[in-house]
C-alpha cells in the first residue's frame, strides 16, 4: 500500500477479499501510508486493519522488505493503491521505500507485479509512467477508470473489486482486458 489515502478503505477490502480466496498475504507499506494519519482515518486503524486480515506483521521498513526477493517470499506483488509518486519510481528504477524496493526485489525473480493505479494525475504527468511500466515485462494492470471526469479530469482509480482477476491473469502471463474501462 502507498499513499493514496482515499482509497485505503478499498485497499483493505480487497486484501479481506484475497484472504478469502485462500491466498497468503504478505502485507507492505510505505513509511507514509504505514504512519500518517489523515482526513481518511489514523494510520493505527489501518494497520490493525491489515494486519488482522493478512495475520502477519506489515512490512514498512527497507531492511523488512529486501529479502523478499532472495528468499523468493512471493508468487505476485500487488501494489494497491499505487501512487503517481510510485509510478515514476518504478518507472525510472528508483527503489527508496519499502514498496518500491519489494517490487525490484521480486522482479529480480522474473514473477508478476500487480499496479492498482490511484492517482489524481494519471491522465497527465504520470501517464508517461504508466506507459513506461506497460513496456516492461513482468508489470500487468489492474483495469482503471476516471473516477470524476469532470471534477478531476486527469484522476484515474483501478477497479479494487478486479484485483483477485487481475492477479489470476498476471499469474498467466496475461493483462485482463479491458484494461481501460
Known sequence: MCGSFCTFKKAIEAAASLRDADMELFPIMSANAYGTDTRFGKAQYFNDQLT???QRDIIHT???AEPIGPKKMLDVLVVAPCTGNTLAKLAN???DTPVTLAVKAHLRN????VICVSTNDALSTACKN????LNNKNYYFVPMCQD??????????ARFDLIAETVKAALEGKQLQPMLI
Open 52 to 54: 488482522q486480515i493478512c
Open 62 to 64: 527497507i531492511a523488512d
Open 110 to 113: 522474473g514473477r508478476p507485479v
Open 130 to 133: 504508466i506507459g513506461l511500466l
Open 148 to 157: 470524476d471526469p469532470n471534477g478531476k479530469p486527469t484522476s484515474i482509480v
Open 93 to 95: 528504477g528508483i527503489a
